[in-house]
């Protein structure tokens, strides 16, 4: 590239050089036909170089004559071609005179008056024409490709600019940054080290930047916040590579760089799991997700994907979601049998027969209806799907022998004001109560995941992209976050080391204020708070202002993963439990939406419910005492 530049250049700029350069060529011809015209050798050597001198001199004159000496020749077209043909007709004319007539060399041989033009035609053509082409080509590549600098000079953004490096690339790396002084001046695969992290909106100022490209691999969330903040202070459009972990697992490849979301904010921090425990549990065993289309359950059977199981049965009642989660799937698994079905998780019939063919071992129940406002307005459909829907599956894999079942549940189980809720925790003291033939069940309760169908995250961004302003229900509202991938490999790891009857807890850090989430939206849309409005929409009947994990009177213990808690929490007896489970589904025939409530706070005493008639703004006294204080 260098040298083409060069090149370039030169043929710009020296006249003098593009005149040499053509003489040269103009010299080349007549010796190239000297030698077709004497099988390749050089006899009369004389005649050929005083001729060669006469030839040169004629030709050289009517070239700057012609206008043939501008160095512009990747501008060159079809007039400078004819330019060239009338230049070296009406030279040869004048040669063959100056031969025949003015000079003791009319001896010349005739065929050369024949040979010579066409090849000093054809060079002097062909170099415009090649210069052309490889000008326009260089262009296209400088054109197309923006400058970069990367933050990170270590291993992972020298296998970028390995990457970028490659024909074709839309980059061209400008240099790095690095908090390593030492590095300060090195030449890392021939791209220099600029400076620091913090010298980054001095250095934007200095070099023709058009991107930023985060290029650290391994960095942790609070890495990304400060290297996000100072990004910001440059003002220029910056870009992430994918986190290590999804390199590690060739989910993606280290150049499919993308924006940084708010995943990468707050929740890069690798998990501490056993892969191999995973493994010894899943790998060449027969293993059933439900909700296998929704975001818990796609997540649980890409992550179980990778442990290979002999069979993957998914299974979710949404058709479309299936088609989705089956063409993505079915690339991946080499090893497995996939099997997908559009199926109730609660029909009995239907999984009776889906056990028989595929006789799962384990099963990873993440099938629910999940949105706590529509299930207030769907009581029956909640407890049918969630409660009812469950104890049948369990009834399923108790008959088939499975080994393991594991629900999948939520932090709003806890004192829930929620119907949805409320069948979570029914949900988990089934688990832990229900006699099972040895089959180990266990739930795991946990907060939101990022970036969940129709949770917060989607919907914020999906009101960004309409420019429509952005709706919080209380400025106060805070929730505990986790990404999908992390609750996930949680889960599966609680799945091996659960007992039966365990109600796992994942530790969800501090919880987050909803607000702040939406600061860090707007910001890494490139906007700031006063071109974007944030409307706060008031609580919703059933929500809460903060999650909690734990009930009051639920024990603690450390497991041997820092991030799954179990929860211990009282005994109950079966036997009374099902018989309230019974007078709950003999309720739903009612369909008095208040009797229904009435008889699942007879199964959770700790269950807050608004009647019909009362307003919403009461429902705060119905939240439990440690919100309540968190609130004041
Ligand atoms: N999303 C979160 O932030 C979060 C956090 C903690 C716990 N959870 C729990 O995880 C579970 C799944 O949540 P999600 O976010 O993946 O929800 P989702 O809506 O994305 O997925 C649920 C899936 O279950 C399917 N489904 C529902 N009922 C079914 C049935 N009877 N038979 C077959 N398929 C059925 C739906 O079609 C859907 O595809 C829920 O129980 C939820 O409470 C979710």
């Not at 009369?44 to 004559?65: D, G, K, P």
């Not at 600019?161 to 839309?170: A, D, F, L, P």
């Not at 620091?196 to 930047?209: F, N, S």
Request: some cysteine; aromatic content about 8%.
């Amino acid at each position: 590239m260098k040298i083409i530049n060069l090149a370039q250049t030169l043929l710009r700029k020296n006249s003098w050089f593009v005149g040499a350069f053509q003489a040269t060529l103009i010299f080349v011809s007549l010796i190239l036909a000297w030698f077709l015209k004497f099988d390749f050798t050089l006899p009369q050597r004389q005649m050929l170089f005083s001729a060669a001198f006469l030839l040169v001199l004629i030709r050289m004159t009517l070239i700057a004559r012609f206008g043939l000496l501008h160095g512009w020749w990747r501008y060159t077209g079809l007039s400078d071609a004819l330019d060239v043909v009338k230049c070296v007709f009406v030279g040869s004319v004048l040669f063959i005179l100056a031969t025949q007539y003015l000079t003791r060399l009319s001896a010349f041989p005739r065929t050369i008056y024949v040979l010579e033009p066409l090849l000093t035609a054809g060079t002097l053509i062909g170099v415009r024409i090649f210069s052309r082409v490889l000008a326009e080509s260089v262009r296209q590549d400088l054109a197309a490709a923006r400058n970069v600098i990367l933050i990170g000079a270590g291993a992972g953004a020298q296998t970028v600019v390995r990457e970028i490096g490659r024909q074709g690339s839309e980059y061209a790396p400008l240099g790095y940054v690095d908090d390593d002084r030492s590095k300060a001046g090195l030449k890392i695969e021939d791209v220099p080290v600029l400076g620091t992290v913090d010298q980054l909106p001095e250095l934007a100022l200095m070099y023709p930047v058009d991107e930023i490209l985060i290029a650290v691999p391994s960095a942790t969330s609070k890495q990304m916040q400060r290297f996000v903040e100072v990004c910001e202070r440059t003002g220029v459009k910056f870009r992430t590579v994918p986190a290590l972990r999804d390199v590690i697992s060739q989910r993606v490849s280290i150049s499919d760089f993308r924006d940084v979301d708010v995943e990468d904010l707050l929740g890069r921090d690798p998990v501490e799991i056993d892969p191999e425990s995973l493994r010894g549990a899943i790998y060449q065993r027969s293993v059933l997700v439900t909700g296998a289309a929704g975001s818990i359950g796609s997540e649980l059977c890409r992550q179980i994907l990778e442990h290979e199981p002999s069979i993957l049965l998914c299974v979710d009642q949404s058709e479309t979601g299936m088609f989705y989660l089956e063409r993505e799937l079915s690339q991946r698994c080499a090893r497995t049998s996939l099997r997908c079905h559009v199926a109730d998780a609660g029909d009995r019939r239907r999984m009776e027969h889906l056990f028989q063919g595929s006789r799962p071992e384990t099963i990873f129940h993440a099938a629910a209806y999940k949105h706590v406002p529509l299930m207030e307005e769907n009581v029956s459909a909640a407890l049918q799907n969630n409660i009812f829907g469950l104890m049948s599956l369990m009834e399923m894999a108790s008959e088939y022998e499975c080994h393991g079942f594991v629900l999948v549940s939520s932090d709003k189980a806890v004192n829930p004001c929620n119907v949805m809720g409320a069948t979570k925790r029914i949900g988990e003291l089934i688990i832990a109560h229900r006699p099972t033939n040895g089959m180990r069940c266990l739930s795991v309760r946990f907060g939101n995941v990022l970036g969940s169908n129709g949770s917060v995250i989607p919907v914020l961004q999906q009101q960004l992209r309409n420019n429509e302003p952005l709706t919080v229900t209380h400025p106060e509202i805070k929730r505990f976050f986790m990404t999908i991938r992390e609750a996930v490999s949680l889960v599966l790891q609680a799945s091996v080391i659960g007992e039966k009857g365990d109600t796992f807890v994942l530790d969800m850090g501090q919880p987050l204020l909803v607000l702040e989430l939406v600061r860090t939206l707007i910001k890494l849309s490139g906007r700031n708070e006063n071109q974007v409005a944030i409307q706060f929409t008031g609580l919703r009947q059933g929500e809460k202002l903060v999650e909690e994990l734990f009930y009051e009177n639920e024990g603690v213990d450390e497991t041997s993963f820092p991030k799954i808690k179990r929860a211990r929490g009282p005994v109950r007896d079966w036997d009374s439990l099902l018989k309230k489970l019974e007078e709950l589904e003999a309720a739903l025939f009612l369909d008095n939406p208040d009797d229904v409530r009435a008889k699942i706070k007879e199964i959770v005493p700790e269950y807050s419910y608004l009647s019909q008639d009362q307003p919403i703004e009461n429902n705060q006294r119905l939240w439990p005492a440690a919100v309540r204080r968190s609130v004041a």
